[in-house]
């Protein structure tokens, strides 16, 4: 996914990906390095001045896993022609898309945004950084395995309906929790998806759903085999597929 629109990878790219490129405290040293920043003055309170500043990191200092800036501007357009008032993502990383996303989305009109986000050390990462951006007033970070984020949002009254999902976590998951928002009723007519990688690494599962028919998913859904949740059948997708630019300079989608 990303800006369709990009035909050549223009600017540094990030340092190269290396063998180990996350959980190894360079999101930590991300923090400092924004929080102790030469011009802190200029970047607290504006999201794009964070991002900025995450994009120095990973041109400069190490890869970061970011959605980075071409691919997160299919999104951005997407949040200023749906003016989403709720918003989930599924993977929040170090916040580059939370910022990104949570403060587009604050300028259509939107209310709340929630950044799932099963690591707690990357969590603490975002809500500083949110912080930082001055977008705390609308982003709410989750820290838990993103179902068990879902079904406590939604018992707890705090999450009722998605207008824009971005699903960007652990791959397997994307399909599995698809259908638990759907089984939840938290998707439905007018909801709009966003999948991040779906080429490369590849999730050929959850393009094979959002792709089939309503007898297809009907067929599925009678299995008795089935495990976890089994969504809502009924539903019909528009699926588009949006190819982009990674950090790294690599063409993908």
Same mark, same amino acid.
Not at 58 to 82: A, P
Not at 113 to 132: R, W
Not at 190 to 203: F, L, R
């Given at each position: 996914?990303?800006?369709?629109?990009?035909?050549?990878?223009?600017?540094?790219? #990030?340092?190269?990906?290396?063998?180990?490129?996350?959980?190894?405290?360079?999101?930590?040293?991300?923090?400092?390095?924004?929080?102790?920043?030469?011009? %802190?003055?200029?970047?607290?309170?504006?999201?794009?001045?964070?991002?900025?500043?995450?994009?120095?990191?990973?041109?400069?200092?190490?890869?970061?896993?970011?959605?980075?800036? #071409?691919?997160?501007?299919?999104?951005?357009?997407?949040?200023?022609?749906?003016?989403?008032?709720?918003?989930?993502?599924?993977?929040?990383?170090?916040?580059?898309?939370? %910022?990104?996303? +949570?403060?587009?989305?604050?300028? +259509?009109?939107?209310?709340?945004?929630?950044?799932?986000?099963?690591?707690?050390?990357?969590?603490?990462?975002?809500?500083?950084?949110?912080?930082?951006?001055?977008?705390?007033?609308?982003?709410?970070?989750?820290?838990?395995?993103?179902?068990?984020? %879902?079904?406590?949002?939604?018992?707890?009254?705090?999450?009722?309906?998605?207008?824009?999902?971005?699903?960007?976590?652990?791959?397997?998951?994307?399909?599995?929790?698809?259908?638990?928002?759907?089984?939840?009723?938290?998707?439905?007519?007018?909801?709009? #998806?966003?999948?991040?990688?779906?080429?490369?690494?590849?999730?050929?599962?959850?393009?094979?759903?959002?792709?089939?028919?309503?007898?297809?998913?009907?067929?599925?859904?009678?299995?008795?085999?089935?495990?976890?949740?089994?969504?809502?059948?009924?539903?019909? #997708?528009?699926?588009?597929?949006?190819?982009?630019?990674?950090?790294?300079?690599?063409?993908?989608?």
């Amino acid at each position: 996914m990303g800006d369709s629109a990009q035909e050549n990878f223009q600017g540094q790219a #990030y340092q190269p990906q290396e063998e180990v490129f996350f959980d190894d405290g360079r999101e930590t040293e991300l923090l400092h390095f924004v929080t102790n920043h030469d011009k %802190i003055d200029q970047i607290r309170g504006n999201p794009q001045k964070v991002l900025d500043a995450i994009d120095e990191f990973g041109r400069t200092q190490k890869y970061l896993m970011n959605i980075g800036e #071409y691919k997160s501007k299919t999104v951005v357009d997407l949040i200023k022609k749906e003016k989403p008032e709720v918003m989930v993502e599924l993977g929040g990383y170090v916040g580059y898309s939370a %910022i990104a996303f +949570a403060a587009a989305q604050r300028a +259509a009109g939107g209310k709340q945004y929630f950044s799932l986000e099963k690591n707690p050390e990357f969590g603490g990462v975002i809500e500083k950084l949110v912080v930082l951006a001055g977008l705390s007033d609308i982003v709410k970070v989750v820290v838990g395995p993103s179902s068990d984020s %879902i079904r406590h949002l939604f018992t707890q009254g705090k999450l009722q309906q998605i207008d824009l999902l971005f699903l960007d976590h652990y791959k397997p998951a994307y399909t599995a929790d698809l259908k638990l928002c759907e089984e939840l009723g938290l998707v439905g007519p007018g909801s709009v #998806y966003a999948a991040d990688n779906v080429i490369k690494p590849g999730n050929p599962p959850y393009l094979e759903y959002v792709r089939s028919t309503v007898d297809q998913k009907r067929e599925q859904y009678r299995k008795p085999t089935e495990e976890g949740p089994k969504g809502n059948p009924n539903l019909v #997708y528009e699926s588009k597929l949006v190819k982009g630019w990674e950090p790294s300079g690599v063409p993908v989608s």
